[in-house]
Nanobody, 122 residues
Framework: EVQLQASGGGLVQPGGSLRLSCATS????????IGWFRQAPGKERERISC????????SYADSVKGRFTSTKINAKNTVYLQMNSLQPEDTAVYYC???????????????WGKGTLVTVSS
């Protein structure tokens, strides 16, 4: 079965950094796009990045562009999200997901993992 598990969250001060990991199994990792999402209490779920399996290109939401970087290591079936210059508004539960689509991840993906909490506070 398709499984995705985000990890690496924690408490960080404003301006700090964290790296999240998304470990996957149950599908051919190299063939499909993986996306990162986040949701804060009282806010709508936000798609913050998508990395394509076709050419490795990555897109980002304006809210994180220039601060977050998503990469993948095919040999580990793992996608990473490097988060820099974190701000309190980045506080949310972060998830990874896929549609088993080579190019993109929709705003309503078919396959999700349990999220990891990131808290940005002084």
């Amino acid at each position: 079965e398709v499984q995705l598990q985000a990890s690496g969250g924690g408490l960080v001060q404003p301006g700090g950094s964290l790296r999240l990991s998304c470990a996957t199994s149950g599908f051919t990792f190299d063939d499909y796009a993986i996306g990162w999402f986040r949701q804060a209490p009282g806010k709508e779920r936000e798609r913050i990045s998508c990395i394509s399996s076709y050419d490795g290109s990555t897109s980002y939401a304006d809210s994180v562009k220039g601060r977050f970087t998503s990469t993948k290591i095919n040999a580990k079936n793992t996608v990473y999200l490097q988060m820099n210059s974190l701000q309190p508004e980045d506080t949310a539960v972060y998830y990874c997901a896929t549609d088993l689509n080579p190019i993109l991840v929709s705003t309503t993906p078919n396959y999700w993992g349990k999220g990891t909490l990131v808290t940005v506070s002084s």
